[in-house]
């Protein structure tokens, strides 16, 4: 496919997210109708949809000022964002999109407006502002371009510097990334990495550093009952399960997440008990109990820019109020003396500081505080949040 024909394409894609399709399920629609269309097509027409959607606002400006928005008006604005003459492209050649009209050749007066410079909801950039002071700019910068790829590296199995070395050898470009020591960044042949053989013999995992940084915050005795409360996939189970000689139990309220949990902790050599609601008191006490709630996520909107727009306050209330919930709950299953971790990976007071507060006003006579630790996107990660508390020993 040509530059343009990917274009196209991607226009076509964004139209379908435009209506409410969700852009995975958009994109592989139409690569089963584009047999023609080989794995590099498909990887720039993605990266197209995936850079509109962290810029949607600001493209779609730039490509079709006050014009109802249109997948083709987002490929406008991001040829125009990158200082790229639309013209050359749309050109109506082959497969090309067709030439501009003379209401598309613009210049489009704008007034100036932050939250749509920095490509947020209107209502989320005050909310950002509030709760990350004069960071906040850089944080949504940040989100308006492609996360990097990070990898975990599996120290029970091999070690950083001997995992870096190998993936050269292979040909990958990676470096160490300083936010946190079991983190490499791969700048390049990131796409092979899990067809590696080093893969399939667990010696990394795919994790962003923040993520792995918050699992290193959490100091844990050899032989300490975990419990990841809301396991997901596992990334944090399998993080905390890397240091060895621990026992790990993993529980989530929609079971099926887990579903890819036993192949990857087969692959690390980890054991990892999967753990249905009903079973957890009988289980526990555990001596850490980790909930990696859900949120907004928006410290990883750069991963999942859709959410950015999808994100109502009425859904942002719905899933404080489940935080709130799962804390209270998920309290009751630690041992005395024992650790709750509460992570999200949020941007948010209200999700974060807020929701840790809150927990100390409701149950301060029996816990206290040890740590938090916020990141945001600019610190080279995702945006996450830690706040550990201690149950008082009986
Ligand atoms: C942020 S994700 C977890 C990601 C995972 N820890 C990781 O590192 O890959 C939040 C998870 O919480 C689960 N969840 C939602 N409500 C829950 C509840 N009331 N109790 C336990 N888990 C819940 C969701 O199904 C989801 O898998």
């Not at 023609?36 to 509109?52: N, Q």
């Not at 730039?62 to 014009?67: F, I, K, R, V, Y």
Request: negative net charge; aromatic residues 6%.
């Amino acid at each position: 496919m040509t530059p343009a024909a990917r274009l196209a394409a991607a226009a076509e894609i964004l139209d379908q997210v435009i209506e409410g399709t969700p852009a995975e399920k958009a994109l592989t629609g139409w690569a089963r109708r584009s047999r023609f269309a080989g794995s590099k097509d498909r990887a720039a027409i993605r990266d197209h949809v995936f850079d509109a959607l962290r810029c949607r606002r600001s493209f779609a400006a730039l490509g079709q000022g006050a014009a109802p928005e249109s997948g083709r008006g987002l490929m406008l604005g991001l040829l125009r964002a990158a200082g790229q003459a639309p013209e050359a492209m749309f050109t109506g050649e082959g497969h090309a999109p067709k030439p501009l009209s003379e209401a598309e050749q613009g210049p489009f007066a704008l007034p100036e407006d932050a939250a749509r410079d920095l490509d947020l909801p209107g209502w989320v950039w005050p909310l950002m502002q509030q709760t990350l002071g004069d960071q906040a700019r850089a944080a949504a910068e940040a989100l308006r371009h492609r996360a990097p790829v990070h990898i975990r590296v599996n120290t029970a199995r091999t070690s950083v510097a001997a995992l870096q070395a190998l993936l050269e050898a292979e040909g990958l470009k990676v470096a160490p990334v300083p936010l946190v020591e079991t983190a490499l960044e791969v700048t390049g042949g990131a796409r092979r990495l899990q067809q590696l053989q080093a893969f399939e013999d667990g010696l990394f995992e795919m994790q962003d550093a923040a993520s792995q940084a918050i699992c290193a915050a959490i100091p844990l005795a050899p032989g300490a009952r975990v419990l990841d409360y809301c396991a997901g996939g596992g990334g944090k189970t399998l993080a905390l399960g890397a240091r060895g000689g621990l026992d790990l139990t993993a529980h989530d309220a929609a079971p099926a997440r887990m579903k890819d949990l036993p192949a990857r902790a087969a692959r690390a050599g980890l054991s990892v008990q999967l753990a249905s609601t009903s079973e957890l008191s009988r289980l526990g006490p555990f001596d850490l109990v980790l909930c990696d709630a859900p949120c907004s996520g928006s410290g990883a909107w750069r991963r999942a820019p859709e959410g950015k727009w999808l994100l109502t306050p009425e859904r942002l209330d719905e899933v404080r109020a489940i935080q709130a919930q799962i804390l209270d709950q998920a309290r009751d299953l630690v041992a005395p003396g024992g650790q709750l971790a509460y992570a999200t990976c949020s941007l948010f007071a209200a999700e974060n500081g807020d929701q840790a507060d809150a927990f100390l006003a409701r149950h301060g006579a029996d816990w206290s505080e040890e740590a938090r630790l916020s990141l945001t996107p600019a610190d080279g990660g995702d945006g996450f949040f830690l706040a550990r508390f201690r149950r008082r020993a009986a």
